[in-house]
């Protein structure tokens, strides 16, 4: 059995390019961050940051933006959005002065509960994050969703012994570094909406936030996640579901295309300018839930890897081979025959540092 897959060369006609801003200041106290790129053809590489702006934001007093590295903007001092308070970001770029409409944070809302479930989705077993917030005040009726997924997980094998070359020779060593337990961190790359506007109750229910297959690594040892909930305004909303529909096939061939996506930033040089990107002004309350491997599935069972058991074999190589694959990293130590071979394994089925760091990460409780 085979198959293949053709490659298509893409090419992009009629490109016009936009520039992108994307801004977010919060109720928390910090140092706010501003982003500002060029779109990018389909056929190119991207993205295309912006460099050379100068940057602010101003409410009830201006905060001024320095550029951190090509085309990322942080604010000199820190400071929180207030209630009641006007912001407006302010951008000159290369002759060019873009600004905002002003934006008032939109109310507050607290997340009430994060709940982790064993569910069928889709066809598919595996474990449910939900979320429940609490009743907002203020006309908080719209939100944003993003989370921080971090989990902890273990190598096929705990090796004792490691083997390293010393003048040209293999030699056998005590464990160099810790390969067995590691832990990886990825960021949310979805739009998670939710809209409370026409309910009686002005409260989110059973939100679905992720959901993990049972058979993803993630779920092997010990998971946690943590959710960032913003309050955006109308406005945001609705430039999100536009954007959450626009990215919501994986087919490039079957995505809806509506037009240009309209933000709340306009060039005063130019109004006719199209610009992506929206200037958000939010309240942000966050919650983290940790569950372990063994609350929804037999401790005893197999468990979910990164590399599967049968790709993990001991092989007893030539000694030319056996120091080819030590200089590429590519074998660790897995035992010795008794006539003195060294049997190796691949690095992947040992070393868990191919697939996440081997530092603790601070918050993490076990």
């Given amino acids: 059995m085979a198959s293949c897959v053709e490659e298509i060369a893409l090419y992009s006609e009629n490109f016009e390019e936009a520039i992108v801003i ?41 905060h001024i933006f320095e550029e951190l590295e090509p085309g990322r903007y942080i604010s000199i001092d820190s400071f929180a959005a207030r209630p009641g308070i006007d912001y407006q970001l302010s951008i000159l770029v290369n ?3 873009y600004i905002s409409e002003p934006t008032q944070l939109s109310g507050t809302s607290s997340i009430g509960e994060l709940e982790a479930n064993r569910i069928n989705y889709r066809g598919e077993d595996g474990v449910a994050i939900t979320l429940n917030n609490q009743t907002s005040t203020g006309g908080a009726n719209y939100y944003k969703y993003e989370y921080v997924e971090t989990f902890k997980f273990n190598s096929n094998y705990d090796k004792v012994k490691d083997i390293i070359l010393v003048d040209g020779v293999p030699v ?43 058979k993803d690594p ?9 959710i960032k909930q913003y309050v955006i305004s109308r406005d945001a909303y609705n430039y999100y579901k536009i954007l959450e529909e626009l990215s919501g096939s994986e087919n490039i061939f079957s995505q809806t295309q509506p037009g240009f996506l309209e933000g709340n930033i306009t ?7 199209k610009i992506i990107g929206f200037f958000n002004v939010s309240s942000v309350t966050t919650k983290r839930i940790y569950f372990n491997y063994r609350d929804f ?33 590519a074998v660790r130590w897995a035992g010795v025959l008794p006539g003195g071979g060294i049997l190796v394994v691949p690095a992947r089925c040992v070393d868990c540092t191919f697939f996440g760091t081997n530092e603790k990460p601070d918050f993490w409780e076990d």
């Fill in 297 to 329: 599935y037999d401790p005893e069972g197999i468990r979910p890897r990164f590399v599967p058991f049968a790709l993990c074999e001991e092989t007893l190589p030539g000694i030319d081979n056996l120091i080819e694959q030590i200089e590429r990293n």
């Fill in 95 to 97: 002759g060019n002065e």
């Fill in 218 to 226: 993630s779920l092997s040892n010990r998971y946690s996640l943590l």
């Fill in 22 to 62: 994307e801004g977010l200041v919060t109720n928390e106290l910090k140092k706010h961050e501003i982003k500002i790129s060029q779109t990018f053809a389909i056929d190119s590489t991207g993205p295309k940051p912006v460099s050379g702006a100068d940057i602010s934001v101003t409410g009830e007093e201006e």
């Fill in 172 to 214: 056998e060593v005590p464990k160099q570094k810790e390969e067995y337990t590691c832990y990886q961190t990825n960021n949310s790359q979805k739009i998670i909406l939710a809209n409370t506007n026409s309910l009686s109750d002005d409260s989110v229910n059973d939100l679905l936030i992720n959901f993990i297959d049972s």
């Fill in 267 to 273: 060039n005063i040089n130019n109004p006719n300018e």
